[in-house]
Nanobody, 118 residues
């Protein structure tokens, strides 16, 4: 199983980026929940957004109204549309998947760097 994230980069404050994460080597509907975490230097990893198989979403308070998570089950891909980016959004963003019946995310991608300049 692999989760391949892409779409990170350098953007000015107020700009937008779209992250993608494609899962491969998985069985159909393997991940009940998929999500995006981020970790900034010197800070704990935090859950940014998550989405269930049926499209229920959750967001960290810090990104509500600015970020949108979506999911394409046919292509085993999730997206994170990030608008109105702020310097404090700078972090390595990781996609993750949670299989059925487990409490925590148990599959992780390699991370993609997002840097927002002021």
């Amino acid at each position: 199983v692999q989760l391949q994230a892409s779409g990170g980069g350098l953007v000015q404050a107020g700009g937008s980026l779209r992250l993608s994460c494609t899962a491969s080597g998985i069985t159909d509907r393997m991940f009940y929940v998929m999500g995006w975490y981020r970790q900034a230097p010197g800070k704990q990893r935090e859950l940014v957004a998550s989405i269930t198989m049926v499209g229920n979403t959750k967001y960290a308070d810090s990104v509500k109204g600015r970020f949108t998570i979506s999911r394409d089950n046919n292509n085993n891909t999730i997206y994170l549309q990030m608008n109105s980016l702020k310097p404090e959004d700078t972090a390595v963003y990781y996609c993750a998947g949670k299989t059925w019946g487990v409490a925590d995310f148990n599959y992780w991608g390699q991370g993609t760097q997002v840097t927002v300049s002021s």
